[in-house]
């Protein structure tokens, strides 16, 4: 009991300095060493978590591919390339009011580091953005980016999840997408009261279908190089070097375009997850909290529910809560079969996920968008709700 105590005043704490307009990722650095103190990591593990655990390839690739994708991101939209982009996107759409949904969406398709950075300008810069806030723009480019998680077998998570549990990838997809189709809906009851925009009230230039082709490739080029399991910056780079070519720039005018209203606060954001991140994993804290709530002798579907939780919670990756979570509990949930468990299993920990404050696309839109954490919450509360509900529904099917 007393370890989640600990862990309701870090989540307390970070949400108290966000609310006091404290930079999101040194709210995270200070968040870090709270957690430091109140588990008592001894300083002997210091060296395994600064520099080496800091460092880590998957750290540094972060933040290489948050980087780049910023610079990609400032370069097509300094250059008008962006508007011609979604305006050939929106002639193709008949409801405004799905344009932005669809942008996100589309991007969502495949999980990259920091994508919630490719989606954000597309969304800002579709005409029917202008008549939403700046808040309804973050839930809009935060939920629909994740609506394909819950199964879709390219992320990470839905294969570590069949690995571990012996589900076949066809059951968790088939089990799995009323998530998916749930979530569509509870985005659709936010968004539907948004007034739709007449096309024949805006002016803009016709873009042809090779046009459009051809404004996709510097997105296309980095989704491509996923696919080939290589590094998000490094096709992000390839993509960079497309525009300047095609374009003939030279180096001041790169220069210009790639660093206009850069938003360096956005790295220091990354570097605060990060340090979060790896302090609560490389420090062993996951350990003492899972061993709290063993020791205490909870209900096992109590724990069942709240260690992939509270897992998810404090370190913002899906990856975490699956990866470290159900090895220990699953060997403890003996009198449910895995299949009508796990659904339930699943979403509460990727509950965690969608409402952590150290989830990067959850601080990177709200960055982008200049936005409210607590209002965004506000927003997603009701709709992820509705896609809860499946996990519980399937569990008493299942029985």
């Known amino acids: 009991m007393l370890a989640l105590i600990k862990i309701l005043i870090i989540f307390a704490f970070i949400l108290i300095l966000i609310k006091k307009k404290?930079?999101?990722?040194?709210?995270?650095?200070?968040?870090?060493?709270?957690?430091?103190i109140l588990f008592q990591i001894p300083i002997s593990k210091f060296p395994s978590v600064f520099p080496s655990g800091f460092f880590a390839y998957e750290n540094t690739n972060l933040l290489l591919s948050v980087f780049?994708?910023?610079?990609?991101?400032n370069l097509l939209s300094n250059n008008g390339e962006l508007v011609k982009l979604v305006q050939g996107i929106e002639e193709r759409i008949r409801d405004s009011r799905l344009v932005s949904p669809a942008l996100s969406a589309l991007i969502g398709l495949l999980p990259m580091p920091g994508g919630a950075l490719f989606s954000a300008p597309l969304i800002e810069a579709s005409y029917s953005s202008h008549s939403s806030s700046n808040q309804l723009l973050t839930f809009i480019n935060y939920w629909y980016r994740h609506v394909w998680e819950y199964f879709l077998p390219l992320y990470p998570v839905i294969l570590m999840a069949s690995n571990i549990t012996g589900l076949s990838l066809a059951w968790i997809i088939i089990h799995h997408l009323p998530f998916t189709l749930f979530a569509l809906i509870g985005g659709w009851l936010v968004i539907k009261n948004q007034k739709p925009i007449s096309k024949a009230n805006i002016k803009t230039e016709s873009i042809p279908l090779k046009t459009l082709f051809r404004l996709f490739v510097p997105i296309l080029i980095p989704v491509f190089v996923v696919l080939f399991n290589q590094p998000v910056w490094l096709g992000v780079a390839m993509g960079i070097i497309f525009c300047v070519f095609f374009h003939r720039m030279n180096l001041s005018t790169l220069s210009r375009l790639m660093f206009h209203r850069f938003y360096w606060a956005m790295i220091l954001d990354v570097v605060g997850v990060i340090i979060f991140k790896t302090v609560i994993i490389e420090s062993g804290g996951i350990s003492i909290l899972v061993d709290s709530f063993l020791s205490n002798h909870f209900p096992v579907f109590i724990i069942g529910m709240v260690i992939p939780f509270l897992i998810a919670l404090i370190s913002g990756y899906s990856s975490a809560f699956i990866g470290i979570a159900f090895p220990i509990i699953l060997p403890l949930l003996t009198h449910y079969s895995i299949q009508q468990i796990f659904p339930l299993l699943f979403i509460s920990g990727y509950a965690g996920i969608t409402f952590s404050p150290a989830h990067l696309c959850l601080i990177l839109t709200c960055r982008h968008f200049k936005s409210d954490l607590i209002l965004t919450y506000r927003l997603l509360f009701f709709p992820f709700l509705l896609v809860f509900s499946w996990g519980v529904i399937w569990f008493f099917l299942a029985r």
């Open 22 to 36: 404290l930079n999101i990722g040194l709210s995270l650095i200070l968040a870090s060493f709270l957690f430091w």
């Open 68 to 73: 780049s994708i910023m610079v990609l991101g």
